[in-house]
């Protein structure tokens, strides 16, 4: 980012406004360095969530502005997220996966209430073995989703909660307010 007297008060006031919205406790979400070349002004963050059942999922959602307002983008402002998702391996061989993944963040930005166009994206599946003397599991499959969208510039806050919903869905967590009880407690406490 350039000094801040020439950053744009429209990209100061959406930086604001996606960091206004706090996210759930298992949720940790810290700024990072934006791209450079996508746009004139680029602001980050990274996100991690851990799920009951040990899932992890990562993301950075970047916001990009251009007051040039480029013709792909239809609009001066852009949303970009990218998350990796660790999967079950039975999950990993679902033939819907790809489609569930993307839900995610369609069902995110609805659930939210934000406003995207021009939304596309790609969900992939990948699948990694190790040998030698790497440690870890021997095979681990993931989920990376890829997107990006137009936010309408009056709307942004709804696109943080969007973000931090998507979060909560890779990562298997409950809705808020939920609790989920441990099999292995409650089949403890009935034994």
Do not use: C
């Not at 596309?120 to 990006?148: M, Q, Y």
């Amino acid at each position: 980012m350039t000094e801040m007297a020439a950053v744009p008060e429209k990209f100061r006031q959406a930086v604001a406004a996606l960091a206004a919205p706090a996210p759930r406790p298992e949720i940790d979400v810290t700024e990072v360095r934006p791209p450079k070349r996508l746009a004139p002004w680029a602001y980050a963050v990274a996100a991690e969530a851990n799920g009951p059942a040990g899932e992890l999922a990562t993301a950075r959602l970047v916001l990009l502005h251009d007051p040039e307002r480029p013709a792909a983008w239809a609009g001066a402002l852009r949303l970009v997220v990218y998350l990796r998702a660790e999967l079950d391996p039975e999950l990993a061989s679902d033939p819907l996966l790809p489609a569930v993944g993307w839900s995610w963040l369609t069902d995110a930005l609805e659930e939210a209430g934000a406003d995207a166009e021009v939304l596309g994206g790609t969900v992939t599946l990948t699948s990694s073995a190790r040998f030698g003397d790497i440690a870890g599991p021997p095979r681990t499959h993931d989920l990376e989703l890829r997107g990006s969208w137009t936010p309408r510039e009056d709307g942004l806050e709804a696109h943080s909660v969007a973000f931090h919903q998507l979060m909560s869905s890779a990562a298997g967590l409950p809705p808020e307010g939920v609790a989920l009880l441990d099999r292995r407690a409650a089949a403890r406490e009935d034994a």
